[in-house]
């Protein structure tokens, strides 16, 4: 189970963490990721980590946004700073077995609204 918090409601140029708490396994065990979908829009992939700490970044996203994980505190964490309008979007982890390309556990989403 997957549970993210600190979504909230934002000026331009703010900053927000989100943090996704990992019940059932670790999260250094699994490959895990951030994603986000706005409304009339496809989801789309902000940043992953993998087993070994290796991170990925949307080319776009990688300047303000920082992913991050806890093994003490089973958490996964999305640092986000300049925070802009379209931003705005329901940002959701996921996590999925290193071997497979699915994410196969999600958690509800939070929402991140900037104005």
């Known amino acids: 189970q997957l549970v993210e918090s600190g979504g909230g409601s934002v000026q331009a140029g703010g900053s927000l963490r989100l943090s996704c708490a990992a019940s059932?396994?670790?999260?250094?065990?699994?490959?895990m990721g951030w994603f986000r979908q706005a409304p009339g829009k496809e989801r789309e992939r902000i940043a992953a980590?993998?087993?070994?700490?290796?991170?990925y970044y949307d080319d776009l996203l990688k300047a303000r946004f920082t992913i991050s994980r806890d093994s003490a505190k089973n958490t996964l964490y999305l640092q986000m700073s300049n925070l802009k309008p379209e931003d705005t979007a329901m940002y959701y982890c996921?996590?999925?077995?290193?071997?497979?390309?699915?994410?196969?556990?999600w958690g509800q989403g939070t929402q991140v609204t900037v104005s």
């Open positions: 996921a996590a999925r077995q290193c071997w497979t390309s699915t994410y196969q556990y």
């Open positions: 980590i993998v087993g070994d700490g290796t991170t």
């Open positions: 059932a396994y670790t999260v250094s065990a699994r490959c």
